[in-house]
């Protein structure tokens, strides 16, 4: 009993859970049962997959020990170098390898510059920041171009499901999810993901290439990102230069609400996951509460100092639970 | 197979103008435990790092079971059969004890470009095996090693190289910031090292470690080798008078 007891409470991300069945009581009961309706879940699923998606990359890398604040610009550079190339003619499946191995180049830049020459990832993604979100206005003249007509919405962001509740998108993030999911828990790169992050001496001298392991993240966090920054092109069905401000602090917020420490080694794509799900909540609630929505980023801001010390709480009476190993 | 396990000649490491070694020539016999002494400075770190592939030498050569080998990744001596042991701890706390035994080494069941799924029943088993094997009472794999003492996770260091089936293990200052109880079962493995047929290499400043638990004592100053006996030929007031 004991054990157990000591064994969620060390799982970073049942602060966060608990807070998000106790908002979706107080939200249901404040808006008079509309938070739950189907309209409004259709609403909130719909949006819900775009910053997740960023959210699970970004909790990946910070478990591997870095950090990538070029998240939000890269979500605008993707879908507007697609779009770019597509009213250049360009075919979709094309303009999108195209997008992708923009997000590739981007990922891996970060990584490599970070790595060689030694300076924390918090600058190098910040430098990314405004140069991604420059050539985002600077590739688009100013004027957006328009989104063909014939993109393959079915496949990203067309409703389906019973009471058309979900969007593709959704499919999509949670297929992503578990596979990311999967690939740190299961695999011996999420060992090697987790070792590097968890303590970077003793990674290396088990000989892991843990500059690889790195860079490997820095990627998978762009392209993910690129990936939800289409999604919301297609939803919206314009590719603005201004989508994705200030989703990067977003992320990390959600990431850390979510039990992922900031020094890397401990987290679950599934906290991140949880922390994007009670931002959104929030986000949500507090305008179908009819409170001013300024009070938005106060409730995030709040919420994330809040988990951080909820966590070290729980993580510390954990420990003071005497079992024997 | 008579030779020594490990033979290095004439190395030589500058850092950008400190001569750290300055032609070190060492054999090492099979199934011995060498006790490596030496002031701080005194190169004996440098000499480790460069047997367990975290440095390069940038002179000299290196014979593992008399054939030369080339050591320039921490992989390289591992697969040598030299496993390491660091002052600092060569675990990841954040990580459960079955997950840090096989770290880079992990058992994979399907594999594509060498990445793969965990044999995850695998780890535990042999973990808790490994664990068995070297004395040590842990009653589950999946706890934290940051939870363990840190003479539990020197146990768990040496139950790793163990079931690695290392042939040599380097030892640095394991037993630092160790309980009195707990330096006694470190100074215990070591000396059990031989009946498992494995060279240790155990460095350390403490003097009464060293002659407790080697057959061999070498002393290091000023990145020279000024001192090489049988422990039984040498006192510690001579090794005192050397450094």
């Known amino acids: 009993m004991k054990r157990m007891l000591k064994m969620y409470m060390e799982k970073p991300e049942l602060a966060a859970l608990l807070l998000l069945f106790l908002l979706i009581v107080l939200f249901q009961i404040r808006s008079g049962g509309v938070f739950l309706s189907l309209d409004n879940l259709r ?3 719909g949006i819900l997959p775009e910053m997740a998606l960023v959210a699970i990359g970004v909790t990946v890398l910070m478990i591997c020990g870095e950090f990538d604040l070029s998240v939000g610009a890269v979500f605008a550079l993707m879908p507007m ?34 790595i060689r020459f030694a300076i924390p990832s918090f600058i190098t993604t910040l430098g990314m920041m405004f140069v991604a979100r420059s050539l985002t206005v600077v590739i688009s003249g100013g004027f957006p171009p328009l989104l063909p007509a014939d993109l393959p919405i079915w496949l990203f962001t067309s409703f389906v499901g019973p009471g058309q509740l979900l969007r593709m998108s959704f499919i999509w993030f949670v297929v992503i999810a578990v596979l990311v ?17 968890g303590f970077l001496p003793a990674a290396d001298a088990l000989g892991i290439p843990t500059a690889r392991v790195k860079i490997a993240c820095f990627i998978l966090c762009s392209v993910l ?37 900031l020094n890397g080694g401990v987290g679950a794509v599934l906290g991140g996951i949880i922390g994007v799900v009670l931002i959104r909540v929030i986000d949500n609630g507090l305008i179908l509460s009819q409170v001013d929505a300024n009070w938005f980023k106060f409730a995030i801001g709040a919420l994330t100092i809040f988990a951080v010390v909820a966590n070290s709480w729980l993580r510390k009476r954990a420990k003071a639970i005497k079992v024997e190993i | 197979m008579n030779g020594p396990i490990v033979s290095v000649k004439n190395l030589h490491k500058w850092y950008s103008g400190v001569h750290a070694l300055r032609g070190v020539s060492v054999d090492f016999a099979r199934n011995e435990a060498v006790g490596l ?13 460069i047997l367990s592939g975290v440095q390069k030498q ?15 990744s921490p992989r390289d001596s591992m697969r040598l059969g030299i496993e390491t042991i660091y002052q600092y701890n060569s675990m990841v706390p954040t990580m459960s004890i079955a997950r840090n035994l096989f770290i ?46 840190g003479g539990q996770r020197q146990g768990v260091a040496i139950a790793r190289a163990m079931h690695f089936k290392s042939k040599v293990m380097i030892l640095d200052e394991p037993t630092n910031h160790l309980s009195v109880k707990e330096t006694n079962k ?23 470690h060293v002659f407790e638990s080697c057959d061999r004592v070498v002393a290091m100053a000023r990145g020279q080798i000024v001192l090489d006996r049988r422990v039984s030929e040498t006192s510690i007031d001579e090794v005192q008078s050397v450094l």
């Not at chain 1, 069905?237 to 850390?256: H, N, R």
């Not at chain 2, 031989?194 to 060279?199: D, H, I, L, R, Y």
Request: glycine residues 14%.
């Open chain 1, 43 to 45: 609403g909130f699923f």
């Open chain 1, 81 to 114: 170098t697609m779009a770019v190339l597509m009213a250049m003619g360009i075919a979709f499946p094309l303009a999108f390898i195209a997008g992708v191995l923009v997000c590739v180049a981007i990922g891996f830049l970060n990584g490599f510059l970070t």
């Open chain 1, 181 to 197: 999911s999967l690939l740190l828990n299961r695999t011996n790169l999420g060992n090697w993901i987790r070792a590097t992050g």
């Open chain 1, 225 to 261: 990102s690129g990936f939800a920054g289409l999604i919301q092109v297609l939803r919206l069905g314009s590719p603005l230069p201004s989508i994705g401000e200030g989703m990067e602090l977003q992320a990390v917020a959600a990431a850390v609400i979510g039990g992922t420490a």
């Open chain 2, 37 to 49: 002494i030496g002031d701080n400075g005194a190169g004996k770190s440098t000499l480790i790092n």
């Open chain 2, 58 to 72: 940038d002179e000299g050569r290196i014979f593992v079971e008399g054939k030369e080998a080339t050591i320039s």
């Open chain 2, 104 to 149: 880079g080494r992990e058992p994979i069941k399907y594999s594509l470009f060498g990445i793969g799924v965990l044999d995850m029943r695998k780890m535990r088993k042999e973990s808790v095996q490994a664990i068995a094997d070297v004395d040590l009472h842990l009653r589950s794999p999946d706890a934290l090693v940051g939870e363990l003492s």
């Open chain 2, 186 to 208: 470190v100074i215990g493995f070591v000396r059990s090292l031989k009946e498992q047929n494995v060279t240790g290499i155990f460095i350390s400043h403490n003097m009464h």
